[in-house]
């Protein structure tokens, strides 16, 4: 997929939802609007979409969707773009998981997701450690 990000981060001691508020913040105070799943033993997924010039770039029924799973020693971010799900505060991450979550976005979509994607992937690093 053209510009999914992984991020795997063992022995850190996270408390994955300060994680995740920070990471809604950030997006937040850069001009997104964010929905978030509930949390579920398998994790949450948080989505992100912005308005403006991106409406020309990516479509309207897409996001950017972070996913954040595992346990506080232990646990993978991943972020790509997805696809906006109405009501994802009340959707079952368990149904999430086996959806496909990231979709495969096109050369046009590519430059701007490889770039908000890097800026979180930094934030997030220096959040957690």
Known sequence: MIGEKVEHFQGKGT???VLQSDVEQY?????F???ASAPSRHGIVL???KGGFLRGVIDADR???ISIS???DDFVVRIGVGKWLQHLGVAALE???LSDLFLVVD???SAWNLEIEDKLVKHILATVG
């Open 63 to 65: 996001a950017l969707t």
């Open 27 to 31: 997006l937040k105070n850069d001009g």
């Open 15 to 17: 408390d994955l939802g």
């Open 95 to 97: 149904t999430l998981l």
């Open 107 to 109: 050369v046009a979509e």
């Open 33 to 35: 609007s964010v929905q």
């Open 70 to 72: 595992g346990d506080p």
């Open 47 to 49: 989505q992100a979409k």
